[in-house]
């Protein structure tokens, strides 16, 4: 994964010429710029289509190219500014395209696990279900979107991945770190991952399939094409198994369908619909050792449309979008009496972003409202629905306001920006979060960047509201607080790129599920005070086809670590989330192209896990036992080869080692497991 900084959030396109149009004011500075705005609170892009048209003049038709293009040509950034590629300042990941068709991966989830920078606790692999974090925060501390749309889920985090993309549609996945409230909004407590996918029609046909062990089989189909200014896309997957173990079955359904239409060079639309369905067993999911006949069955759908609009020097973004969730949990599958939990979630608002230009650099002015509301039989106050089923519900309303200005002075750049964030479950409070950054760059391969930012997040309504055997939850707990510091060294050349990073979040009043004995009977939700995380990132990749062409132009070897440690004073606390964090990460992939039509990918991953499970019941106390997390390492492989121009074999080897390890208590993760797959493209 292409590590890179960024000043502030937004997909960002290298502009080589201005032509006298809209963001001429930067001609003055005698610098390739690179245009990007962040739309609302969220990510979005910002390119004009002039800048598209030089895009798809330069468009080659292998994924290779199409990489090294996106890498060169397109970056993001941590504002709500465009900042220059080689001037951002928040360290972002990118997963270009060409990783994610190398990947030993099925899923959004599965590929995610490759990046040092991210914490991902799988419960069932392939996407069944995953708690996402990124620099020891936890899975309900960072925002999850789509095109720029926030797809978080306001019921809770166990469910913000359950979003309908394919793989097929990815092009590319964009990973900021650390606090990033003024760019993603109040869910970006500690990050945020933005899902880019295709916008033109070069590929009319991709189909694949994929199966492996326990029947677990996988049936994916695009199709995109072009009508005049339009060009449109469709995918559609559905994927399934009868486990490892005993209930981890599962089948889940994606379609995704989108359109692009270019109104004129400076203006268009983006429509998005989407729908994912899940239905699987969850054994020992959410009450690990016990529940082991747990069964979850969701269902989310989204729809979105985003426009793009340039004036002279204004550009405006304006976002509206909708998605709901269907959630029905059972403790029992095959006693749905003893638990039976029905959740309904509509998320919607919209967003605007106004740009503008001038020779001072630019400015920009964004608005959101975001609603929340929840039915259910399990969370919220009691209602007044005739509803059966749905008795209890709660709604929230968050609105937020943010400025921003960056400018360019010779070799540093800067960009300052203040947020002020109110949410009507906070009794009329308002939260004010300034973000700053700097970067400075001697030359064209070395730069140097420091920023900070602040965060804020308000509870789930699983926080609030859930209770059961095992849990309860607080309705008077207090927003999380964090305020987030790091400085970066960056070095890239044509063969190599590498970065240093260091970091430190100080959270205050943060939310877990915790006991204050092993003999409590339940874990309660409640802010456990300040916990406060320190860190080192540090990676590189060599180009070593660069180096010695024998080995292949795209042949590489890619090696990211992340070390961290969390300060808390626990007191004896036992947590359920919060305190288990990874305390170390160490990835390392090798991409072996030799020649065209094979490509052998092998990834190793590395990981210690600080804090405690559940590991049995002493029989004469009753209490709760408690063990450390093992560390463990993985080695994956994948194999592709063309059969021909249009079809392609692929073997994919997980867990080569056949290691036992496991994420969440005693739910142990597959051993060694081979699928084997066939691709289908045409038109590329």
């Keep these: 994964m292409e590590q890179k900084s960024s000043s502030k959030q937004s997909v960002v396109?290298?502009?080589r010429r201005f032509s006298g149009k809209s963001f001429s004011a930067f001609r003055s500075m005698h610098r390739v710029i690179n245009i990007g705005?962040?739309?609302?609170?969220?990510?979005?892009?910002?390119?004009?289509?002039?800048?598209?048209?030089?895009?798809r003049k330069t468009h080659h038709a292998s994924?290779?190219?199409?990489?090294?293009?996106?890498?060169?040509?397109?970056?993001?950034?941590?504002?709500?500014?465009?900042?220059?590629?080689?001037?951002v300042a928040r360290q972002v990941t990118v997963i270009s395209q060409r990783e994610i068709l190398s990947a030993p991966i099925r899923s959004l989830q599965d590929l995610l696990v490759y990046s040092a920078g991210v914490d991902v606790q799988q419960r069932g692999g392939h996407g069944v279900q995953a708690d996402i974090s990124i620099r020891g925060g936890s899975f309900d501390q960072n925002a999850i979107l789509l095109n720029g749309v926030n797809l978080s889920n306001a019921q809770t985090g166990h469910l913000s991945y359950d979003i309908p993309v394919n793989l097929s549609d990815i092009e590319r996945i964009e990973i900021i770190h650390g606090a990033s409230g003024i760019i993603y909004g109040s869910s970006a407590f500690s990050g945020g991952i933005n899902i880019i996918t295709k916008k033109e029609a070069h590929e009319k046909l991709y189909a694949q399939i994929v199966y492996g062990p326990h029947k677990t089989y996988m049936v994916e189909g695009r199709t995109s094409f072009a009508s005049g200014k339009t060009s449109n896309s469709i995918s559609i997957s559905h994927k399934?198994?009868?486990?490892?173990?005993?209930?981890?079955?599962?089948?889940?359904?994606?379609?995704?369908?989108?359109?692009?239409?270019?109104?004129?060079?400076?203006?268009?639309i983006q429509v998005q619909l989407g729908l994912n369905t899940k239905d699987y067993g969850a054994n020992t999911f959410y009450a690990s050792p016990r529940g082991p006949q747990q069964h979850d069955k969701t269902d989310n759908a989204m729809a979105s449309v985003r426009g793009e609009f340039t004036s002279g020097n204004f550009h405006l973004t304006p976002i509206i979008y909708w998605n709901r969730t269907h959630d029905e949990y059972m403790w029992d599958r095959t006693k749905p009496e003893l638990l039976h939990n029905f959740h309904k979630t509509d998320n919607y608002g919209t967003n605007l972003a106004l740009a503008y230009t001038s020779s001072l650099g630019i400015t920009s002015l964004g608005v959101e409202l975001r609603q929340e509301n929840i039915r259910s039989n399990r969370l919220g106050e009691e209602s007044t629905s005739s509803s059966s089923l749905y008795n209890k519900s709660a709604s929230r309303l968050n609105t937020s306001v943010s400025l921003e200005h960056s400018v360019i002075l010779g070799k540093l750049s800067a960009s300052a920006g203040l947020m002020a964030n109110h949410n009507t479950q906070r009794s009329g409070k308002y939260e004010f979060l300034p973000s700053l950054s700097l970067t400075y760059r001697p030359d064209t391969h070395w730069s140097l960047s420091a920023s900070y930012s602040q965060g804020v997040r308000i509870p789930t309504y699983i926080d609030l509201y859930y209770k059961s055997r095992n849990q309860d939850?607080?309705?008077?707990l207090a927003a999380e607080h964090s305020r987030s510091l790091e400085t970066s060294l960056k070095y890239r050349s044509r063969a190599l790129a590498l970065y240093a990073t260091g970091f430190a979040l100080w959270g205050s009043n943060i939310i877990d599920w915790a006991k204050t004995s092993a003999t409590d009977a339940k874990y309660k939700s409640m802010n456990i005070g300040t916990l406060n995380t320190y860190g080192v990132e540090a990676g590189l990749k060599v180009k070593l086809g660069q180096l010695l062409p024998v080995l292949g132009e795209y042949t590489s070897l890619q090696v990211d670590y992340t070390h961290m440690k969390q300060i808390h004073d626990s007191d004896g606390l036992i947590s359920m989330y919060a305190l288990r964090y990874l305390r170390d990460k160490l990835t390392a992939k090798l991409d072996f192209n030799p020649w065209e039509k094979l490509h052998t990918s092998c990834s190793l991953r590395y990981q210690k896990r600080m804090g405690e499970y559940e590991s049995g019941q002493d029989a004469t106390t009753k209490a709760i036992l408690y063990s450390p997390y093992p560390a463990y390492l993985t080695l994956d492989a994948r194999v592709d080869y063309k059969l021909t121009k249009q079809i392609e074999l692929s073997l994919m080897l997980n867990n080569i080692t056949d290691t036992k390890y496991f994420d969440f208590a005693a739910l142990h993760q597959p051993g060694f497991q081979t699928h084997f797959g066939l691709t289908y493209r045409l038109g590329r």
Aim: proline share 1%; glycine share 4%; no cysteine.
């Design 13 to 15: 396109v290298r502009f």
């Design 37 to 55: 705005v962040l739309a609302g609170i969220t990510l979005t892009t910002l390119a004009t289509h002039e800048a598209e048209a030089q895009q």
């Design 63 to 87: 994924k290779q190219d199409n990489d090294e293009t996106e890498l060169q040509e397109v970056t993001v950034t941590a504002s709500k500014v465009a900042t220059p590629l080689n001037q």
């Design 240 to 268: 399934g198994s009868d486990g490892y173990v005993n209930n981890t079955d599962y089948k889940i359904l994606n379609i995704l369908a989108q359109s692009n239409i270019n109104l004129d060079s400076l203006s268009k």
């Design 473 to 476: 939850g607080n309705k008077e």
